[in-house]
C-alpha cells in the first residue's frame, strides 16, 4: 500500500493539494498530516517528496507564482508607448490571482526573494520599464516605489532576508546573466557607479528609496490637485 502511494504522489500534487487546503482554511491549517489526509495517503508518504514543513510552504509560493508568470507572460509591450498600459495590466492580473489565494501575499514576504519564479517575474518588471526609456536607476527606484504592489499587492517585500546574505544573492544572480539580462544589468550598472551619491542600486538604502518613493507619490498628488484646480475654475 505505502508503494503504491509512493507511486502516485508527486511534488505538485502536494504542492497543489496545500494550496488548496490554505484556500479552504487558512495557512495555519496546512500541515503535512492535513495534507496528506486530503490526499488519502498517509503522512509519511509526503516526505518521500517532500523534506519538511518550510519545503511545503516554498512549494506553495512557487505554485502561486508561476500560475500569474503563466497568466502575465502573453501580456507583452511591443512598443515603448505600451510600457504602462501593460504593466498596469500586469499587475492587476497577478492581484486576480493573489485574491484567490488571500494567504499567499504574507507568506511571499516570508520566503526567500531568490526563489526563480519571483525573479522571472521582477526581470520581466524591469524589461517593461527598460522599453519604456527608463534608465537601470530609474527603474530601480520604481521598483522600489512600486513595492509589493508590483506583484499586486500592498506590502513591503522581504523585510527578512533569511540566512542568505547580500553579497550571495548578488553572485547568485550574476551567475543567471544569460537568463535574467535585466536584474543582471541593473546589478552591474550599480558596480559601476558605486561610488556615485545618488545612486543606489542593487542592496539598497531604504531611507533613500523610502523618500524617493513619497516625494513621487506627493509629486502625483500635487498633479492632480493642480488638474483639479484647472477643471474647477
Known sequence: MVTDQRRRLSREQIFHAAVARADRDGVEAVTMRNVATDLEVEAMSLYHHVANKAELLDGMVEVVLDTINQAVEPLVADS?????PVLRKRILTAR??????????ALIGTRSP???????????????????GFS????????????SRAL?????????AGEQSDEEGTAMLA?????FPNIAGMIANDANHADAAD????WCDDQSEFEFGLDLILD???????HSDVSDS
Open 199 to 202: 545612486t543606489t542600486l542593487g
Open 220 to 226: 502625483g498628488l500635487d498633479g492632480l490637485r493642480a
Open 152 to 160: 499586486g499587492f500592498t506590502q513591503e517585500l522581504f523585510q527578512s
Open 175 to 179: 551567475a543567471m546573466a544569460d537568463r
Open 80 to 84: 515603448p508607448a505600451e510600457w504602462k
Open 136 to 147: 537601470y536607476d530609474l527603474a530601480h527606484h520604481a521598483m522600489h516605489a512600486l513595492g
Open 96 to 105: 486576480t490571482i493573489l485574491l484567490r489565494h488571500p494567504w499567499a501575499p
Open 114 to 132: 531568490m526563489m526563480l519564479s519571483l525573479i522571472t517575474y521582477f526581470d520581466a518588471v524591469i524589461g517593461i520599464l527598460r522599453l519604456g
